[in-house]
């Protein structure tokens, strides 16, 4: 239903106005595989082959028949669906599941993985996020415990006689009448210090131009500015180390190295130690790195984020919320550059495209069953979502996983295109990049060209926004750009992508590089 001008607008009222102004403020009333459909003027629907597929949402595409004839099948047996705090073993079903594909598909070849449920992407994350600082809490405590042992032993051995209070470049105990009073001069500055440093947040890793989500402390890991920096005072910070430059990370984190004072007694002496204290939470990792022009890691970076984690004691947390379930032509991308996690998180897809759903894995060796309490939801682990995710997860494996290899082939075809494209049009499009149907084309940097449209839409980051309300309303394509920088395309359809599907995308991308190469900017305008 469309408002009268003079009628208050309460719900997307800024970005509507910005969607229509970039020429993508099309209301679509039906859906089907990779095709959205909108009534014309005169009512007549028009299709529009979708490659945004719902954010990499819809790997069975839209309203996928399967899917929705189970869903039906669910409701009409009337199936519990919000029954919290009592036994719901499609919990333990899906996770059974999620566990044997694990075993498959992770370098450790293990299948041990405790499965917290949520409800979007963001919230999976922010799951692991406090996982992972009950972790480092807990060799907090381990830490602090040791020292007031030590403390104790101390305490003994200087009222004993055994021991006297060496001088220590840590404290100034000077005027103290006797070793005693000294000793409990030095207890007392180590427990300030101490003090100081446990109650400090962690410090996250990430890569640069991650994207894990917007809630309080997912926002913090993406980081895009304008979604991170207002929010800066709220949450824990994160220390961003290029995925390009694997050599060079353990440098980078050098300097977040900070010390625990320990006090230690040996030959009649009572010295003061530095003992490695947990600064950092936990790396978190995209092994398609969607808001960065769906870079895939490297097999180098992946082993060196994986050796950074086994330094510093950290968790490894496998980001598949955007890759994972099946896109890249495996379940877990990370299977594709040998990357081991210690918690992995999956959405998206697991939703079939008619849910909400996201799952959290943690290894055993490292989950704390205080956990399963300590975070919920009211909407998690409902029966309605855990239902789908298994038909998803049915529909993956079947026939010994073709789905998989669909998405793959489909991904080469769409990819040796778009090579194509970038191969007969090098002074516009950069790169071309992803892997399966997680796929990007980037323009060349543009804002120094001769016709105002397009510089000025490349100097405002909105190039890629324009070129997509081109491509949707001359060719009936809906592409979107990855992340912020709106300087690209994405591509992350359906396995059901058609030949034809690819064809119609590549004479609408050839369009547009013309319009660019030839400065045609005036083309490109919104009407
Ligand atoms: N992590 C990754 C890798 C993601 O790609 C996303 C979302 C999230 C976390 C957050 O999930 O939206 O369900 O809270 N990516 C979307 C995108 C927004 O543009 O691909 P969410």
Redesign the pocket.
């Known amino acids: 239903m469309s408002s009268a001008a003079s009628e208050p607008i309460f719900a997307d009222r800024l970005l509507n106005d910005w969607l229509a102004s970039v020429g993508l403020g099309i209301e679509y009333s039906r859906a089907e595989a990779n095709t959205l459909y909108f009534r014309d003027g005169s009512g007549r629907e028009v299709p529009v082959l979708d490659h945004v597929c719902g954010?990499?949402s819809l790997i069975f595409g839209h309203n996928n028949p399967d899917i929705i004839e189970h869903a039906k099948s669910v409701l009409d047996e009337q199936i519990p669906v919000y029954v919290q705090l009592s036994r719901q073993s499609h919990a333990n079903a899906l996770a059974t599941v999620l566990n044997a594909i694990l075993r498959r598909e992770t370098p450790s070849g293990d299948g041990d993985y405790a499965a917290i449920f949520a409800n979007?992407?963001?919230?999976?994350?922010e799951i692991c996020v406090k996982h992972a600082e009950l972790e480092r809490r807990a060799r907090i405590v381990r830490l602090t415990d040791d020292v007031l042992r030590h403390v104790e032993e101390a305490r003994e051995a200087v009222g004993a006689g055994r021991a006297t209070v060496a001088e220590t470049p840590y404290v100034q105990v000077g005027a103290a009448r006797d070793d005693r009073e000294k000793l409990e001069h030095l207890i007392a500055e180590i427990g300030r210090r101490n003090a100081e440093l446990v109650a400090k947040g962690p410090v996250h890793l990430a890569l640069e131009n991650a994207?894990?989500?917007?809630?309080v402390a997912?926002v913090q890991l993406t980081q895009n500015p304008h979604w991170r920096m207002p929010f800066i005072a709220l949450s824990s910070s994160t220390r961003f180390l290029r995925a390009d430059r694997p050599e060079e990370m353990k440098g980078a984190i050098e300097d977040l190295r900070e010390s625990l004072l320990d006090i230690l007694v040996a030959d009649g002496a009572v010295t003061v130690v530095e003992r490695d204290f947990p600064v950092i939470g936990a790396f978190f990792v995209?092994p398609v790195q969607?808001?960065n022009g769906m870079r895939p890691l490297t097999e180098a970076a992946a082993r060196e984020i994986r050796a950074v984690c086994d330094a510093v004691g950290c968790p490894l947390i496998v980001?598949e919320?955007?890759?994972g379930m099946g896109r890249t032509g495996a379940f877990l991308a990370s299977s594709h550059m040998g990357l081991q996690g210690d918690y992995y998180?999956l959405?998206?897809s697991i939703g079939g495209g008619i849910a909400k759903n996201?799952v959290a894995l943690f290894h055993q060796d490292r989950f704390r069953p205080e956990f399963e309490v300590l975070h919920s939801s009211t909407f998690a682990k409902d029966g309605f979502s855990a239902a789908i995710a298994m038909k998803v997860l049915e529909m993956l494996e079947a026939d010994d996983g073709r789905a998989y290899r669909v998405a793959a082939e489909r991904g080469e075809r769409l990819m040796e295109m778009l090579t194509s494209v970038k191969a007969d049009f090098p002074e516009v499009v950069d790169a071309v990049d992803g892997i399966g149907l997680m796929v990007a084309l980037e323009f060349t940097d543009q804002t120094r060209a001769t016709s105002d449209l397009i510089r000025e839409k490349a100097g405002s980051g909105m190039l890629g926004y324009v070129v997509a309300g081109y491509i949707l309303r001359e060719h009936r394509i809906r592409v979107l750009p990855v992340?912020p920088a709106g300087n690209s395309v994405r591509f992350e359809p359906s396995v059901h992508l058609t030949d034809e599907d690819i064809a119609r995308t590549e004479s609408a991308l050839r369009d547009v590089c013309a319009i660019i190469r030839d400065q045609d900017g005036d083309r490109l305008a919104p009407r």
């Open positions: 954010f990499g979007s992407g963001a919230e999976a994350v994207f894990h989500g917007k809630l997912t995209e969607g808001a980001d919320i955007h890759s998180t959405a998206k996201s992340g």
